[in-house]
């Protein structure tokens, strides 16, 4: 059975890892901590940690994710290494004419909205910039 003291220091030490990255800026290890399980951060020490998911995020992928707005529309983001932000408005596709006749299109928003550049600020502690 854990302990209240051993919950109590893997609780302090993931939100030590946490903190470390976000004030580095170092986003796709901060996103990589969030997904890491409890039982996974009380096996290694907070150094381990850290050099385990720098390693695992060293290919810089972009950070995708969902946002459901205020009024209840949802959104997806794309957050690339430059910071910047694209903004897809879910479920709603739309037809583009090419030469080999249509394909589907998503409704892109390149200047993000300012509900979603707080909500990437308090997930990821990012500050992102629009083009």
Known sequence: MITKEEYENVDLKIREIRDY????????????????SWGWYR????????EILREETKFETDINGRFTSKRGIEYRFTIS?????????SGYDYYVRCPGGSRV????YVNPTKELKEYIKSRYGLDVWNY
């Open 21 to 36: 990255f976000l004030q580095n800026q170092e986003p796709y290890a901060l996103d990589a901590a969030y997904s890491k």
């Open 81 to 89: 290494a430059d910071l910047s932000v694209v903004q897809y408005k």
């Open 43 to 50: 096996d290694h020490t907070a150094q381990e940690a850290i």
């Open 105 to 108: 299109g998503r409704a892109k």
